[in-house]
């Protein structure tokens, strides 16, 4: 068990570009999640799935941003049209839910500045 | 809306001082209570948890109990040491599933020798 990877590690682009995030989850866990965390505050709920099924969206998950997992495996975060204010720490977690402890397991991150 | 508030850091302390980070939250309902931590470098990680009023979560000496009648979850140590330095983070969440947390903004400890 190698933990919940995320590549890239950092990402630099210039506003307008697009960028995408993939977070590889614990390999048995059924729930994937994504956040996003900026300087001094603590991480916001962006979306999750069940398996390839995306269950929630929080309002904060802009018609820019899409997230897929269509395997039910790993799981991608797509921005359209970068802008500034999307420069954050971009975070995956995952758990498995419906099988005693639901501990959730957090990835390192992808720090995105966008220019 | 829901939400949580944590005291501000940076807290600094020498080591095997007393520890207290206090966490209140503002919730509909009934929620779960969390404190996760974030040493340099690393993800997040759970600390401990408290599902119910009353209950008290501990873990690698930190503890912290789910008080309904003040709406707080403390997080305390009785000393702490250097590799305590770390943010620590409260949060809540409502349901069987742990993951769509509320976090509050985080409150960094730093231990000195």
């Known amino acids: 068990d190698t933990g919940v990877s995320q590549n890239p590690r950092h990402k630099i682009t210039k506003r307008g570009q697009n960028v995408t995030f993939r977070c590889d989850p614990i390999?048995?866990?059924?729930?994937l999640y994504w956040y996003r965390q900026t300087l001094g505050q603590g991480p916001e709920f962006l979306t999750y799935?069940?398996?390839?099924?995306?269950?929630?969206k929080s309002r904060l998950l802009s018609d820019r941003f899409s997230a897929e997992r269509p395997k039910g495996s790993f799981s991608t975060l797509e921005i359209q049209r970068t802008e500034q204010g999307d420069s954050a720490m971009y975070l995956c977690?995952?758990?498995?839910?419906?099988?005693?402890?639901?501990?959730?397991?957090f990835g390192s991150g992808t720090q995105l500045s966008v220019l | 809306g829901d939400s949580v508030t944590q005291m501000e850091g940076p807290v600094t302390l020498s080591e095997e001082a007393c520890l207290t980070i206090?966490?209140?939250?503002?919730?509909?309902?009934?929620?779960?209570l969390f404190w996760y931590v974030q040493y340099p470098g690393e993800g997040l990680q759970l600390l401990l948890k408290?599902?119910?009023?009353?209950d008290k979560g501990s873990n690698k000496g930190f503890e912290a109990t789910y008080r309904k009648e003040t709406t707080s979850f403390h997080l305390e140590k009785g000393s702490v040491q250097v590799s305590d330095s770390a943010v620590y983070f409260c949060?809540?969440?409502?349901?069987?599933?742990?993951?769509?947390?509320?976090f509050g903004k985080g409150t960094k400890l730093s231990v000195k020798p």
């Open positions: 977690a995952s758990n498995q839910v419906g099988q005693g402890d639901e501990k959730l397991f």
């Open positions: 390999s048995e866990h059924n729930r």
């Open positions: 799935f069940q398996n390839e099924a995306q269950l929630e």
């Open positions: 206090n966490c209140t939250y503002t919730a509909t309902g009934y929620p779960s």
């Open positions: 408290a599902t119910k009023a009353d």
């Open positions: 949060a809540l969440s409502y349901g069987g599933s742990q993951g769509n947390l509320i």
